[in-house]
């Protein structure tokens, strides 16, 4: 067996987890098995499952992928982590925001802290001055005004819906992922209006793909 071939076989056996309703510890073994393998792509499916388990033993292991050298196995953590909401699990995640070299890391690192502290936060008037200090500096812009509007800035919601003009489609596709997550149900006129808008110009299949499924989901909201 080439070594491609098994690297192929073991992201296999990760990835056909997914499909387990009820996982127990043996299927967290396997997990546990491969979490330090040296392909990074390998480390990166675990990163992935591990968000699955929800037990603490799965939570200590992306603490310490959070440390690891591959940037795409980190943005992976990142995303898992946002399944354990905890003192420890924000803290990690602002040091990740506050350090994180990579962009896209990052971004996700961003994501998952606002995720994270929304749920264990009553006020959020200090978190909105921590995201408002970052987009200063230039970095994780749609990120940061997804974290804002998510802790109740209703202003921000004019920044998330510029980005709909972004020459870039995956950041269209972003805004119209995020907004279906946490659009607020006041808001839902001037959310239909600007996508309304985004459709009569749109080309990306993906982008229009998104587009009309969130424009069914708005249509549900009385």
Same mark, same amino acid.
């Given at each position: 067996?080439?070594?491609?071939?098994?690297?192929? &076989? @073991?992201?296999?056996?990760?990835?056909? /987890?997914?499909?387990?309703?009820?996982?127990?510890?043996?299927?967290?073994? @396997?997990? *546990?098995?491969?979490?330090?393998?040296?392909?990074?792509?390998? *480390?990166?499916?675990?990163?992935?499952?591990?968000?699955?388990?929800?037990?603490?033993?799965?939570?200590?292991?992306?603490? +310490?992928?959070?440390?690891?050298?591959?940037?795409?196995?980190?943005?992976?953590?990142?995303? !898992? /982590?946002?399944?354990?909401? +905890?003192?420890? $699990?924000?803290?990690?995640?602002? &040091?990740?925001?506050? &350090?994180?070299?990579? +962009?896209?890391?990052?971004?996700?690192?961003?994501?998952?802290?606002?995720?994270?502290?929304?749920?264990?936060?009553?006020?959020?008037?200090?978190?909105?001055?921590?995201?408002?200090?970052?987009?200063?500096?230039? =970095?994780?812009?749609?990120?940061?005004?997804?974290?804002?509007?998510?802790?109740?800035?209703?202003?921000?919601?004019?920044?998330?819906?510029?980005?709909?003009?972004?020459?870039?489609?995956?950041?269209?596709?972003?805004? /119209?992922?995020?907004? !279906?997550?946490?659009?607020?149900?006041?808001?839902? +006129?001037?959310?239909?209006?600007?996508?309304?808008?985004? /459709?009569?110009?749109?080309? $990306?299949?993906?982008?229009?793909?998104?587009?009309? =499924?969130?424009?069914?989901?708005?249509?549900?909201?009385?």
């Amino acid at each position: 067996m080439t070594n491609d071939e098994e690297i192929n &076989n @073991i992201v296999n056996i990760i990835d056909s /987890l997914e499909d387990t309703e009820n996982l127990i510890d043996k299927h967290f073994e @396997i997990v *546990r098995k491969y979490v330090s393998h040296e392909n990074a792509f390998i *480390r990166s499916r675990c990163a992935y499952m591990l968000g699955e388990f929800g037990t603490e033993q799965a939570r200590n292991l992306l603490y +310490d992928l959070c440390h690891d050298t591959d940037s795409f196995v980190r943005t992976e953590t990142y995303d !898992s /982590l946002v399944f354990f909401p +905890d003192s420890l $699990t924000e803290s990690l995640l602002y &040091n990740a925001v506050m &350090n994180e070299t990579d +962009d896209l890391a990052g971004r996700y690192a961003v994501l998952s802290w606002c995720d994270v502290v929304y749920r264990l936060h009553e006020k959020y008037d200090n978190d909105m001055k921590f995201l408002l200090e970052i987009l200063e500096t230039g =970095k994780c812009q749609l990120e940061c005004c997804y974290g804002l509007y998510l802790f109740g800035d209703r202003q921000a919601l004019n920044k998330l819906l510029d980005f709909l003009k972004s020459g870039d489609y995956t950041v269209r596709c972003s805004v /119209l992922n995020f907004l !279906s997550d946490i659009m607020k149900k006041e808001d839902k +006129d001037i959310i239909m209006s600007a996508v309304e808008e985004l /459709l009569k110009t749109e080309e $990306t299949t993906a982008v229009k793909a998104d587009a009309k =499924k969130f424009m069914t989901l708005l249509a549900g909201i009385q």
